[in-house]
């Protein structure tokens, strides 16, 4: 599996073990010391196996399409930024992983309903500017630290309202591939993943997905 970008053992790990729902190959795909910060689902592998088993028992979705819309890869850490149809609603979900030797180490997410009529997911999907990463993520950096209209692009768009203010949080990591950064982020209720889009220096559309953080979860990880 070394010879594998981290973005597409991620990918085959979402397609084989929640599409398929193919709980043998959850050897191949995580790392035996895996720790969970999904505030839905227990610590460890173990944790992962049972929700994989609770979900084995719902049924499969009729139509077999990829809920993945966007996907940065940044060293070791990969986001999946996905549009999700679940009991009955939209969801917009964010999935970030760290990788360790080929395989799932860690695991962190976010869910937010998606308004009715409406897409928190929608716009430009495609990666260009390579060379542009770590300028692009230190663009993104600076609007976190000040946010300046200046750094906005005249044609900026947002497709998230009432977001919480950019200086009310503390930053916990920001990665990037290209003209995409991804910006994880918490106040002390809300953890919050925001992925911007840059063109020509300037941030030109922006995505959030926020959730609060639950009084009680199944593992003592935190959601950060």
Known sequence: MSSISNKAIVLAALRRLIGERNTSVIDTYLHDSYIQHSPMVKDGKAGLLEA?????????????????????EDGDYVMLHMAVAFMGKSVAIVDLYRLEE??????WDATQEQPENASITEGATEITDLHLTA???????????KPDVALLSPDYRSHNVNTPGLATRRVHRIIGEGNFVMV????????????????????????????????????NNGMI
Not at 135 to 145: A, W
Not at 207 to 215: D, L, M, T
Request: aromatic fraction near 6%; glycine fraction near 4%; hydrophobic fraction near 35%.
């Open 102 to 107: 080929g395989k799932l180490a860690e695991h």
């Open 52 to 72: 994989l088993e609770q979900l084995k028992q719902q049924p499969a979705p009729a139509e077999a399409k990829s809920p993945v819309v966007r996907t940065i």
């Open 135 to 145: 300028g692009n993520k230190t663009i993104v950096e600076q609007y976190f630290r």
């Open 184 to 219: 994880q982020s918490s106040t002390a209720d809300v953890v919050c993943y925001d992925i911007y889009r840059l063109q020509e220096g300037l941030l030109a559309e922006h995505w959030q997905v926020a959730q609060v953080i639950p009084e009680r979860m199944p593992h």
